[in-house]
Structures are given as structure tokens and as C-alpha cells.
């Protein structure tokens, strides 16, 4: 296996970044919806402010997902090659 060049551990980080991107947020998103309704705090009958909480948080979370994902892909690449 050889040495891999910049634009290649590039590709792979920002691709990792995209994936952390799209299912972290989702997780995050589904597990506060599902602490909520398991709370008992929301349901039926509630004004949708749970839903709408939930949906916030995952929507603050894009962002920082990426930006771990590129981190680790990274970390990972660039640890992989000094050994």
C-alpha cells in the first residue's frame, strides 16, 4: 500500500464529513424525540414543541457533525501513515 497524496486523504475527509453530516444529526434528533416521549412530556395532545425542539437540535448539529467527521478522518489517515 502506498503512500496516499493530499487530495486523496482530502476526498475521503470531506466524503466521511458529508456521512457524519447526514446520520449523526439524525441520531441525535431521534434519540432527544424518543427521551421526550419516554419522559412523558410529549404526545398526543402536545403543541409540537418537542418535534420542534428535536428538529432544531439536529439542525444545529450539521455543522459540528462535519466538521468531527473530517476530523477523525484525518486523524485516522494521517495516523496510518507514520507507522
Known amino acids: 500500500m502506498g503512500r496516499r497524496t493530499a487530495l486523496s486523504i482530502g476526498l475521503r475527509a470531506f466524503g466521511l464529513g458529508l456521512v457524519a453530516a447526514l446520520v449523526l444529526p439524525m441520531m441525535i ?5 424518543g427521551i421526550s416521549h419516554l419522559a412523558g412530556g ?10 420542534m425542539g428535536a428538529a432544531s437540535l439536529g439542525l444545529i448539529a450539521i455543522l459540528p457533525c462535519f466538521v468531527i467527521g473530517v476530523g477523525v478522518s484525518l486523524y485516522l489517515d494521517l495516523w496510518r501513515d507514520r507507522g
Open 42 to 51: 410529549c404526545g398526543a395532545g402536545s403543541s409540537g414543541g418537542c418535534e
Open 29 to 33: 434528533m431521534f434519540s432527544v424525540l
